[in-house]
């Protein structure tokens, strides 16, 4: 286990919530951080862009509020989610707004800038940064990432194509800092499992689209509740970049999910000719086969809550033999 910041050490349950394109939202957001985990969302979630000044407010005077209601369980902190990809014309914007809220945990996904590092940095922020590798592992901590989110086969979203076995074990062998694992968790044992590899936390995306809190379409949330890993189709068509979705949704589209042809991958296409991604095409790990239902957040995390206890005592109870 790795010595974590001040910012990642105060968790109930070593849980980070993923941030969820569409999906998340300052209600899941808080939520989230009241039962005890991070939660995050992307700052492009924000539409307009002037909204993430709004939204940003209504979090942290939130979770303010309920700290000093409960000085022995306060909140956990929360993180947001910057694209560096060199398609967000809104970043600049975007960090301005997030420093300006003192924004406690960072994100970074689709590449890795020192400039956006040491921004958060200045402002006593720790960066997180998505890898489905150990290549770019290495590459987000020389540019300054004070973390990993190792993005493993089964994760929904743009997803990696490596067991987590294996990434975790290869990141493990040189970074020694806060590490979290996704793909296909969503029970309390899971995220036991993910510790015992050697992730600090398990880091759960899919499960929170099926609850009360998420902005998503009923008929998405329903499908995950009906779904298993058999649902979940691994293509690059709807963005140029391969990912996990749900086939429902592929089918709803008019296309056989079956046979998809494959995009080309320079293109990043998030519009054009086909279903949009994320909305139209649902994004899904192929973890859901443990949702049975639709809750709140905060039942979530006391269902997972459970299961890693029920699961420790389980792996610590002495031999019956």
């Known amino acids: ?32 951080c009241q039962a005890g985990i991070i939660g995050s969302m992307p700052a492009l979630n924000a539409r307009p862009a002037s909204q993430l000044d709004d939204w940003l407010a209504e979090i942290t005077e939130t979770l303010a509020a309920y700290n000093r209601a409960n000085p022995d369980k306060p909140a956990a902190p929360f993180a947001i989610n910057q694209i560096v990809h060199k398609s967000n014309d809104r970043l600049e914007h975007d960090m301005e707004v997030c420093i300006k809220h003192k924004v406690p ?5 689709l590449g890795a800038r020192e400039d956006i590092n040491a921004a958060a940095h200045a402002s006593g922020a720790v960066v997180l940064h998505d890898i ?3 290549k770019f592992a290495h590459k987000a901590v020389e540019k300054g990432a004070d973390g990993l989110i190792a993005v493993a086969a089964g994760a929904g979203g743009h997803a990696g194509v490596k067991s987590p076995f294996a990434l975790i074990q290869e990141v493990r062998e040189w970074f020694d800092g806060p590490l ?22 398990a880091y759960i995306g899919s499960a929170f689209i099926a609850t009360t809190e998420a902005r998503a379409a ?20 709807f963005t ?9 949704s592929i089918r709803a589209a008019g296309m056989d999910p079956d046979n998809l042809p494959v995009s080309d991958p320079s293109a990043m296409n998030f519009g054009g000719d086909k279903p949009k991604a994320w909305k139209e095409i649902w994004g899904c790990g192929q973890g859901i086969g443990a949702v049975k239902e639709v809750v709140g957040a ?24």
Do not use: C, W
């Open 105 to 109: 945990v960072y994100i970074t996904s």
């Open 218 to 237: 009923d008929d998405y949330k329903q499908a995950i509740v009906d779904g298993t890993s058999d649902d979940i189709v691994y293509s690059n068509l």
């Open 298 to 321: 905060g039942d979530l995390v006391a269902r997972l809550r459970r299961e890693y206890e029920a699961a420790k005592a389980r792996v610590l109870a002495p031999s019956l033999v």
């Open 240 to 248: 140029g970049v391969h990912g996990n979705y749900l086939a429902p």
């Open 1 to 32: 286990m790795s010595k974590l910041p001040a910012a990642l050490s105060r968790l109930s349950l070593p849980v980070i919530g993923s941030p969820l394109f569409i999906i998340s939202n300052p209600k899941l957001v808080i939520a989230q």
């Open 180 to 201: 979290a694992l996704s793909g296909s968790i969503s029970t309390g044992g899971a995220v036991l499992a993910a510790q015992a590899m050697g992730a600090d936390f």
């Open 132 to 134: 489905i590798n150990n």
